[in-house]
């Protein structure tokens, strides 16, 4: 049995240990925002926070999440009540077909949390775990401080 | 196929060493898992329990005191980046950990991971070595302390044995010395392991004497090389010399480059790797000089 807090939600799960945390949250959960692309750590699209942290779930086992609070896209805003990085990304147009945004935008989220005024080279090199096969990059950096003046201005 | 395995997670050292001792291989330490999972993934170790020691008590953190700088070798890599102003030492390290890996993997990856994977192209080895740092590791039958040199056995192998897990690293402090380090690495990307690496670092005493020095190579044979040859020829000199053309510098590159025993691969070949042994440990030396200098 593995507990799960995710997105504020308490789980107790029936499930062998020798599985990924990326790989719980998607298919016993059903948190598809968790995107698994190169499987090794190196791509970020699997980026959720654990305990305000971003971390590559494709690399940790289901039971190292345990006892921790961890948040995927999916707890961050809804379609009615975007969370103002999400704002951000569709105003820029951050994305082309949108497979690495979720990990792009948690990366953001912990990323702006600690360093609300970046400049442009500091979102690049904040940004430098995730991939965008698009391509998009410009426009995701672009998107990283326009959801900065946004937050700036909440605050 | 990979392997189904059972997971612990020990509250102490002493019951982690022990479930280790008692069923051998097929327990593996389990830290940030980020070599792990892939390990498992292509069947390159198949366990049947997996020890999380993680969240042990004791294994994480950094302590600075007079004598000696202690890493627990649970701290993650993100942590090490984050004590940069502690110490310049750990300034230097902090540096290193930019290099190395994602942001959002640097979160989850230890110091001891990298230290115990033993990769001969491991950012993190060469600095401990010429930092002269020792590792702690501890076992059924007590601690003892190994030189980090020493630690090292060959591509993927320790000298941890018998259960032990490695504790901590602890960098040895002169207070009557001004200590700093540098480290340097080529590669192709980013996200690539170093063709080449090299660290040194360099003790001067109050009149800008060099009291101690140690210089280590990276990625040019199965374990970290530590250049005690080359090292001996610094002693004694002036810190000012370090920048300067001498003599002395020449024959600490040409030492380094004969202790060098690189392979050719996709990467790069011997020789190349050869010629950038000396361009590595150099600059490594002028980072030094800097550094005192400031
Ligand atoms: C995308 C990506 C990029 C990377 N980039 C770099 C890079 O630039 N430079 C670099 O050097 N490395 C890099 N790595 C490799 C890896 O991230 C590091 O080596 C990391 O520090 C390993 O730490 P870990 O906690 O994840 O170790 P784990 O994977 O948990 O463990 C590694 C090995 O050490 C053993 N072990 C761990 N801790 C202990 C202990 N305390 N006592 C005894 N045995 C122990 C484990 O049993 C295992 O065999 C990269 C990895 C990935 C996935």
């Keep these: 049995m593995v507990n799960l807090h995710v997105n504020s939600r308490n789980v107790d799960l029936d499930i062998k240990p020798h599985r990924t945390l990326a790989d719980v949250l998607r298919t016993e959960m059903g948190l598809i925002g968790v995107r698994v692309s190169c499987s090794e750590g190196e791509c970020g699209s699997c980026t959720v926070l654990v305990d305000g942290r971003p971390c590559t779930s494709c690399l940790m086992l289901v039971n190292q999440g345990e006892g921790k609070s961890i948040v995927t896209i999916e707890g961050i805003g809804t379609p009615d009540d975007l969370d103002p990085v999400q704002e951000a990304f569709i105003e820029e147009q951050g994305f082309q077909c949108a497979f690495c945004t979720p990990g792009f935008i948690l990366t953001a989220k912990a990323f702006l949390a600690e360093n609300p005024n970046p400049t442009h080279d500091e979102v690049s090199v904040a940004m430098s775990g995730n991939i965008c096969r698009c391509g998009a990059y410009p426009y995701i950096v672009r998107s990283v401080m326009r959801a900065a003046a946004k937050l700036r201005e909440f605050a | ?294």
């Excluded at chain 2, 890493?71 to 940069?84: P, Y």
Aim: aromatic content about 4%; overall charge neutral.
């Design chain 2, 1 to 294: 196929m990979r392997s189904e395995f059972q997971y612990r997670r020990p509250a102490s050292i002493d019951e982690a060493v022990a479930m280790k001792a008692d069923l051998g291989t097929t327990a593996m330490y389990w830290a940030g898992g980020t070599d792990m999972v892939l390990h498992w993934m292509r069947s390159i170790h198949s366990p049947e329990l997996c020890i999380d020691i993680t969240r042990i008590e004791g294994l994480r953190g950094i302590e600075i005191d007079r004598d000696s700088i202690r890493i627990g070798a649970m701290t993650s890599l993100d942590e090490l980046d984050r004590s940069a102003d502690r110490h310049c030492l750990l300034n230097t390290l902090s540096d290193i950990t930019k290099l190395m890996c994602t942001p959002q993997t640097r979160t989850i990856a230890t110091v001891g991971g990298n230290l115990c994977n033993a990769s001969p192209a491991a950012d993190l080895s060469p600095a401990f070595v010429a930092m002269n740092a020792d590792a702690v590791l501890a076992g059924p039958k007590g601690r003892r302390r190994v030189r980090m040199e020493e630690f090292f056995l060959g591509v993927n192998k320790t000298s941890l044995s018998g259960g032990e897990l490695l504790e901590e690293i602890r960098i040895p402090l002169n207070p009557d010395l001004k200590v700093v380090a540098s480290y340097r690495r080529i590669d192709r990307t980013v996200v690539d392991i170093a063709l080449v690496n090299a660290s040194s670092c360099i003790s001067v005493d109050s009149d800008g004497v060099i009291n101690g020095c140690g210089i280590a190579l990276g990625a040019v044979a199965p374990v970290i090389l530590r250049v005690s040859d080359a090292e001996t020829l610094l002693l004694g000199l002036s810190v000012r010399e370090l920048g300067r053309d001498r003599e002395e510098l020449q024959k600490v590159e040409e030492l380094s480059a004969i202790a060098a025993k690189p392979i050719s691969d996709v990467r790069a070949s011997a020789e190349y790797r050869r010629q950038m042994v000396k361009v590595m440990v150099r600059r490594t030396l002028q980072d030094c000089a800097i550094q005192l200098k400031a």
